[in-house]
């Protein structure tokens, strides 16, 4: 295991702080799963794209919906149509 230490300003330490805060995890993880999704090959792009949907699977904002019963199946509805594609 190796230990990386980084010198920050205050105010990149706060804007640090800040953020974890409002994901609701320590700041060490927030740095461990951005340098964990950069080494699944994407790119920091990819990573600020995905930011939302990690915050909302890890946040537990929708733990409450794993108890909700199933009233939808894949039958249910309409199937959507799809459009032809243009020749170029």
Do not use: C
């Amino acid at each position: 295991m190796r230990q990386l230490n980084v010198k920050l300003s205050a105010k990149q330490h706060e804007t640090l702080r800040r953020h974890a805060a409002r994901r609701r995890t320590p700041v060490a993880w927030l740095i461990k799963d951005y340098i964990a999704t950069l080494g699944e090959g994407q790119e920091a792009e990819d990573v600020r794209k995905h930011e939302p949907t990690q915050a909302a699977a890890r946040g537990g904002a929708f733990d409450w919906l794993s108890e909700e019963p199933e009233i939808y199946t894949a039958t249910d509805g309409e199937p959507i149509p799809t459009r032809a594609r243009r020749r170029r």
